[in-house]
């Protein structure tokens, strides 16, 4: 499923297709049309004259408008299947208690508990270290980073996750931008590529799929503002919950 493009999105299309025409007039006909007809069409109409273009330099104008569309038009983030614990990205998000610790049975969470045995014991003694230096108070939404140990990923940001709370929900919404604005804070100081991200942070029990995933759209968007560069990757376990991630981050068409 896709989504309709941002007004920012057609004038970003708009200006590079200007530009391509300046750059070569015999665009001007695939312009025209580009310009009245669907935004897919205008989308395959750059493809078109990006790919037949010869191979020159292309001016400053040119490179400014290309750069413009590529930002507005490619997805904020990537949404994959897989087991998020064999991935050998920069940094990996894990949901945790406010013990740190890790879940002493995987049915409060089973992912966390999947990473904490994977990663080895050397992950949960480090998690022991820092609740102690925390003084054995640890708020929701606190952010600490580690190694991520026996993991493919080297490094770990553990979030301690809230509880949907339908009595409180604004608050409980509050809650869940908290933590997204702490993992993207905790990631913007540091040179990683890419942090990966489990679908449903919250776990099972959490939040509904299609709210978190607007939650850390919108977050995330804030965080470039900001200085946030990495490239963010949702882990999905299934292609069922993969859903309303991909329907939140997909290409843009008509």
Known sequence: MTNSPTDAQVT???????????????????????????????????AAMVNMRDPRAASQELQEAQSAFLKATTPAATV???????????????PATQTLIGPTSPSISDLAARIHQRAGFGLRLECARLLKESHEHIEVGSA???????????????????????????????????????????????????????????????????????????????????????????VCDSESAAGAYRRTFAPVTD
């Open 80 to 94: 994959m299947v897989g087991d998020i614990t064999e991935l050998p990205f920069s940094a990996m998000v894990v």
């Open 144 to 234: 600490y980073v580690t190694s991520g140990f026996l993991l493919p990923t080297p490094w770990l940001i553990h979030i301690v996750t809230p509880q949907l709370n339908l009595a409180a929900r604004g608050e409980s919404i509050e809650l869940l931008r908290q933590c997204f604005r702490n993992i993207f804070a905790t990631a913007a100081g540091r040179d990683w590529k890419e942090l990966t991200i489990p679908s449903q942070l919250t776990g099972p029990l959490g939040y509904p799929a299609g709210m978190e995933a607007q939650i850390l759209s919108e977050e995330l968007a804030a965080a470039r503002k900001t200085g946030f560069s990495a490239h963010v990757v949702i």
């Open 12 to 46: 970003a299309a708009r200006n590079f297709l200007h530009a391509l025409e300046a750059d070569d007039p015999r665009n001007a006909i695939v312009v025209s049309e580009g310009i009245d007809d669907s935004f897919q069409h205008t989308l395959s109409s750059i």
